[in-house]
């Protein structure tokens, strides 16, 4: 627990200076004048401070939150001065007083609504890939199937009086491919004429709060209006903010306000809509959130997708000697996740360039050794990318996802 504390701290400071770092040059490349960059930069900056609070106990807490509260303040000051008529509405909204909007909010304020252009980018193209093209994870896709099976069979849902409405909730660690099995899930169903809407928490959060909260409330118009309509938000923890969370800035509250108000617009439709969330810190959402949705644990890649991924990697441009086989590959690769066989297979290719060109006198001399097989990848070569590359660290971040999971499956907090 001393060595996962010490990685937050050291990664939300080491974010925290690079977001005000960024503010600071926001306002030098304005001519020195505050601008709307410089407050998202900030707001960035205290929310690092806001999940160092919350990992955080006694002194350190109150180092955390005093530093949170002067970023707050900054940002209050330079609201006052961009936009002096919608801060004193802001005020006025909070029972009049200008000091104590300011410091709660500690954020900008928008009054301006989403732009067509913003809202029509919201709107996807159908995946290039199916779940033809996701292997391993046998149990999750019999169940996403049946979804898409069941996207058919809207009159006899209506006879069992079933909800139109369907919520998943993915969590898994980093680079797992909780992203790709949502898209190829999302192909499925733009096969039988599903639109599909798709953000990011991140894209939510570059903009202005009032205008954050205005662009998740007509993300679920739209998702109403177009139904049937897939709508996927990516790091939901950052626009569905856990509110019990300690420390938490009233403006991230006020966001997840308006998210679980859009959600609950879609959920009183009883429209065909499929809405699914995916994060890799499911204890950051709120808990209200939660009790709507379906639980979809995605593992780390198997042995099956790994070999898959390694075939996708390598066949048709590179062999390889006997004995090495893709089965082997991932047979020694096991808790590699996607990202981590990426970095190993991107190893291996500069090795073989290095290797195969000390070997021919030109490029064209060696991609004919590759492609007919004169050269092949070799064991040891494989070892040595292999030693060079191991994958990231995942045992914290493993026991946290399944103590939370059991608890979210006992209905405890």
């Not at 998210?259 to 609950?264: E, I, P, R, S």
């Not at 089965?327 to 996740?337: L, V």
Request: proline share 4%; with cysteine.
């Amino acid at each position: 627990m001393e060595d996962s504390y010490i990685r937050t701290i050291v990664r939300n400071e080491n974010l925290c200076r690079e977001y005000m770092a960024k503010a600071d040059e926001a306002y030098r490349l304005n001519g020195n004048r505050h601008s709307k960059e410089e407050c998202v930069w900030l707001q960035r900056a205290a929310l690092c401070r806001s999940e160092m609070a919350r990992a955080s106990t006694g002194e350190e807490r109150y180092y955390q939150q005093r530093r949170q509260h002067e970023l707050n303040t900054r940002i209050e000051n330079i609201v006052r001065i961009l936009n002096p008529e919608a801060f004193e509405k802001a005020a006025a909204g909070k029972g009049g007083s200008r000091k104590g909007a300011g410091a709660s909010t500690g954020a900008p304020v928008s009054t301006q609504p989403a732009s067509v252009d913003e809202v029509s980018g919201w709107f996807k193209e159908a995946p290039k890939h199916s779940f033809a093209d996701v292997s391993g994870m046998e149990e999750l896709k019999t169940r996403l199937r049946g979804c898409v099976a069941d996207a058919r069979l809207a009159k006899l849902k209506a006879y069992l009086r079933i909800k139109n409405l369907r919520s998943y909730f993915f969590i898994g660690p980093p680079g797992c491919g909780k992203t790709y099995v949502i898209e190829a899930f999302a192909h499925e169903l733009m096969d039988k004429d599903y639109q599909y809407l798709s953000l990011a928490g991140s894209d939510i959060l570059s903009k202005y709060v009032g205008e954050a909260e205005k662009i998740v409330t007509r993300l679920f118009e739209e998702a109403e209006s177009h139904a049937p309509c897939i709508v996927f938000i990516d790091e939901i923890d950052g626009v569905c903010k856990n509110r019990s969370l300690p420390n938490l800035p009233e403006y991230a509250s006020s966001i997840t306000t308006a998210f679980l108000t859009g959600y609950n617009r879609i959920h009183n439709s009883d429209k065909p809509i499929i809405f699914i969330g995916a994060t890799n810190y499911p204890d950051q959402v709120d808990n209200a959130m939660l009790d709507r949705v379906e639980l979809v644990r995605v593992p780390l890649p198997d042995e099956q997708a790994r070999a898959f991924s390694f075939r996708q990697k390598f066949e048709g441009m590179l062999r390889s000697e006997e004995g090495l086989s893709f089965t082997e590959m991932a047979a020694r690769t096991e808790r590699y996740n996607y990202r981590d066989i990426d970095r190993l297979c991107n190893k291996i290719k500069d090795m073989v360039i290095q290797d195969v060109m000390r070997a021919c006198e030109s490029e064209d001399e060696a991609i004919e050794a590759l492609s007919t097989g004169r050269y092949a990848l070799r064991g040891e070569l494989f070892e040595r990318a292999l030693g060079e590359c191991l994958p990231t660290p995942k045992d914290d971040i493993l026991r946290s996802l399944d103590e939370w999971e059991s608890r979210f499956k006992s209905g405890g907090e």
